[in-house]
């Protein structure tokens, strides 16, 4: 998902990147009003944890091996806003000290994993939490896993946009291929972020969550990132997922690109003319998203119960054991 | 002689209540002088010298305890007696917080309001003090442990304060950087304070001893006759220094 | 080239990706207009070349892995040539940016530019402690791997997580050392 420069075209690039500001400026505000200044400095050090906690590679199948990217996992312990900015913060110093993510792309990069898989990553965590009715560790942590799998699709599903508004593949083909590839990544992310969310809060609880701020702080972080997303989801999903096809045409034409409508014949808001029977992949993989979130989320529940006490039993008896 | 700084009924307790960290503390230091504090881990050592720099408690009572200098540590002169007493703390790596040596350096001395090329002398004067000349442009984490601990010194020598109030200063360093160390101590001006287990150190650098245990203070004096007096020391986790072996606490 | 004012070198990698970035997205001759800036400049950075390859090979994995996706539209095989080359031309230009160019005089040359405060300091620190949490995490792996003899994948991931919460607490407690050592300063 970490976009390389060339990919994008320049408009979706500028696109991306003013959405990305915009979020960025959201969370700087917010952790402006409502962090203790004591807490200033915990930004930089969570900034270098997330970078070094990538750097451990977790075996996977076959000889493969993947890592946190830890957005949400960051939001979760020190509340979305923060995370935004660290997310930020880590992706800079990636692109500028180890040339790994694209200048031009920054942006984009920033706005799929900082903002969009931390905000969607965290609202899901939020309302997953609620849904246990539970303040019992296993509740936070299975919340805290669900939200890591969540965050993962949700900024695959703008990358996979990003991608098709650039003309490098059809929405018909780059929405179901991103999205399937990362339902799965996603599932390690979640269980890291739900594992390492256990291993805090059982010796540190105290550190799991961040500063909450007043009601109408809350309030303006939600409408917030809420408007932002939803700015995202139109420029880059909803050309080619809504059932207008001039959808694409209209937002170019808003915001003065008909210069470039020679390009946008690459972008083909009617893929399936092409390439039949991809249109229904799409809509395919929608519902099959909407099934996976079902399953995970039940899954996660599960585990969360079966899982916590057990460890936390498998520790006892450990150090007795001794 | 002038009294660097003074503590009086000095007592503390960190939030979830439990025993005191530091328990009705009294003494003061001359300012000239080196002054020792010892004690077991966990004796109150560092909760202490937080005090000192007005860092604990996280608001200054309103019934001053300390005083430096004369001047009553109050929530109004927080920053001249932070100016005044210099703190090195444990791990230079929680006080060496910039990208380059010099920007580190001038951390203290802007937070004062200084800048342009008046700091930038001021930096290359403690650089020189701490003996480290021409180590502006290094960076942090390319730097020995030593060398750490001295870009630390810098950085506090920079604020220009009359106490310096060191923990554990010789923690960690080789022989040959300990005594490096111990000869820079020694020819820098002003009050010291220095907590430490380094008992050699003491011995060379300190005249008087401060005792510290469970949050008490129970001992101070001169420093050869307390830490030769075996018996005290071992109540307090301590050990007679080896320099000492053959004195008798009163002899 | 290593002592040229960070704001040129920035500004020049700023141009070089962007004109790159506007070229046709088909395989063209003017691919080697910045192909040849690359190829003057190189020398005079003195940028090794195994340097650029190890950093190269990185990029390629995640540059593959998009093109892999756009490969499975058949109509768009010259977009995707382009892409790759693009995004390899984009790479080696930042590649000089950082083989040239220390990141602290970037973070400086932002600092010029007035860039949030928030967003520096925690750029500056997370600089500053990138090694110390780097050492730690290496230490507490090898303490963990010289007691741990199982190699089961599920005790694995236990065990990488418990080092990741682990690094948590230790930077969050470092954290705060952090904030006493700079008010101690006179920072507020």
Redo the contacts between chains.
């Keep these: 998902m970490?976009?390389?420069?060339?990919?994008?075209?320049?408009r979706t690039?500028l696109l991306s990147t003013g959405v990305a500001v915009a979020g960025?400026s959201i969370a700087?505000r917010q952790?402006?009003l409502t962090m203790q200044?004591?807490?200033?400095?915990?930004?930089?050090?969570?900034?270098?944890?997330v970078?070094?906690?990538q750097?451990?590679n977790?075996?996977v199948a076959g000889g493969t091996s993947g890592h946190?990217v830890g957005g949400v996992l960051t939001a979760v312990?020190l509340g979305p806003s923060a995370a935004v900015?660290?997310l930020?913060?880590?992706l800079?110093?990636q692109?500028?000290?180890?040339?790994?993510?694209?200048?031009?792309a920054l942006g984009a990069n920033m706005f799929n994993m900082g903002v969009v898989s931390i905000c969607a990553g965290y609202a899901a965590f939020d309302v997953a939490k609620r849904m246990t009715r539970s303040e019992a560790m296993w509740a936070t942590v299975f919340a805290a896993g669900f939200g890591g799998w969540f965050g993962t699709v949700a900024a695959s599903i703008t990358c996979a946009g990003m991608?098709a508004l650039s003309?490098?593949?059809?929405w018909g083909?780059?929405f179901p291929?991103?999205a399937n590839i990362h339902m799965v990544i996603g599932i390690g992310e979640g269980?890291?972020t739900g594992?390492?969310t256990?291993?805090?809060l059982?010796?540190?609880p105290e550190?799991v969550g961040g500063a909450q701020g007043s009601r109408a702080h809350r309030w303006f972080a939600f409408a917030g990132y809420s408007l932002l997303i939803s700015i995202g989801l139109a420029m880059f999903v909803a050309p080619f997922a809504s059932p207008w096809p001039d959808g694409l045409e209209y937002v170019a034409h808003k915001l003065g690109f008909e210069s470039r409508a020679g390009?946008a014949v690459?972008v083909s808001p009617l893929p399936d003319y092409?390439?039949p029977g991809i249109g229904s992949a799409a809509a395919a993989t929608a519902v099959a998203g909407l099934i996976g979130t079902v399953v995970v989320f039940c899954a996660a529940w599960g585990l969360a119960k079966w899982l916590v006490p057990v460890?936390g039993a498998s520790k006892k008896n450990a150090s007795t054991g001794n | 002689m002038n009294t660097a700084i003074e503590v009086r009924g000095l007592s503390y307790h960190y939030p979830p209540k439990g025993r005191l960290a530091l328990d009705n503390l009294s003494f003061s230091v001359a300012a000239d002088e080196c002054v020792a504090v010892l004690g077991p881990n966990g004796a109150g050592k560092s909760t202490l010298l937080?005090h000192l720099?007005g860092?604990l408690p996280e608001r200054p009572p309103a019934v001053p305890q300390i005083w430096v200098g004369g001047e009553p540590l109050t929530a109004d002169n927080l920053?001249r007696i932070?100016?005044q007493v210099g703190?090195l703390?444990q791990?230079p790596?929680?006080?060496?917080?910039?990208?380059?040596v010099a920007?580190d350096v001038a951390?203290?001395p802007q937070?004062?309001g200084l800048d342009g090329p008046v700091l930038e002398s001021l930096v290359e004067h403690s650089l020189q003090l701490a003996g480290l000349p021409g180590f502006q442009d290094r960076?942090?984490?390319r730097l020995s442990h030593g060398e750490k601990r001295r870009v630390c010194l810098a950085?506090?020598l920079a604020?220009k304060p009359t106490v310096l109030v060191l923990d554990e200063p010789t923690s960690d360093l080789d022989p040959r950087g300990r005594r490096d160390f111990k000869r820079l101590l020694q020819s820098l001006p002003g009050a010291k304070i220095i907590a430490t287990h380094d008992l050699e150190l003491v011995v060379d650098l300190c005249s008087r001893v401060l005792i510290l245990d469970q949050g008490r203070l129970v001992a101070q004096g001169a420093t050869v006759p307390l830490l030769s007096d075996e018996g005290l020391m071992l109540a307090h986790g301590l050990e007679k220094p080896h320099s000492l072996l053959h004195r008798h606490p009163h002899g | 080239m290593h002592r040229l004012s960070p704001r040129i070198k920035i500004a020049a990698?700023?141009l070089l990706?962007?004109v790159?970035?506007?070229f046709p997205?088909h395989p063209d001759a003017l691919y080697w207009l910045p192909a040849l800036v690359l190829l003057v400049l190189w020398p005079l950075a003195r940028m090794p070349l195994g340097f650029a390859l190890r950093?190269l090979l990185?990029?390629e994995f995640?540059?593959l892995g998009?093109a892999i996706?756009?490969l499975?539209?058949p109509?768009?095989t010259p977009?995707?040539l382009?892409?790759?080359?693009?995004?390899?031309?984009?790479?080696l230009a930042?590649?000089l940016?950082?083989w040239t160019t220390?990141?602290?005089e970037?973070?400086g040359e932002l600092r010029r530019w007035r860039f949030?405060a928030?967003?520096l300091?925690?750029?500056?620190?997370?600089?500053?402690?990138?090694?110390?949490?780097?050492e730690?995490?290496a230490r507490m792996?090898r303490a963990r791997a010289s007691r741990t003899f199982q190699r089961k994948?599920g005790f694995?991931?236990?065990n990488?997580?418990?080092?990741?919460?682990?690094?948590?607490?230790r930077?969050?407690d470092?954290?705060?050392?952090?904030?006493?050592?700079?008010?101690?300063?006179?920072?507020?």
């Design positions: 970490h976009l390389p420069d060339g990919f994008l075209d320049t690039a960025v700087l952790v402006r200044p004591r807490r200033v400095p915990m930004l930089g050090l969570a900034a270098a944890f970078f070094a906690a750097m451990l977790f075996p946190l312990l900015i660290v930020a913060c880590v800079i110093v692109c500028l000290m180890f040339a790994d993510g694209g200048l031009f991608l003309g490098m593949a059809p083909l780059a291929a991103m269980l890291i594992l390492v256990y291993a805090v059982r010796s540190r550190l390009e690459l092409q390439l460890i | 937080l720099n860092l920053d932070r100016q703190l703390f791990d790596d929680d006080q060496l917080i910039s990208a380059t920007e951390f203290g937070q004062f960076e942090p984490h950085g506090v604020c | 990698t700023f990706v962007a790159t970035m506007g997205r950093r990185m990029a995640f540059i998009i996706l756009t499975l539209a109509e768009s977009v995707l382009s892409a790759i080359i693009k995004s390899n031309l984009c790479v930042m590649l940016l950082i220390p990141f602290h970037i973070l949030p928030v967003m300091t925690t750029l500056a620190l997370m600089y500053r402690y990138l090694p110390v949490l780097a730690e995490s792996q994948r694995v991931w236990k990488l997580s418990g080092i990741i919460g682990r690094l948590f607490i930077s969050a470092r954290a705060e050392r952090i904030y006493l050592a700079m008010c101690a300063r006179g920072w507020r």
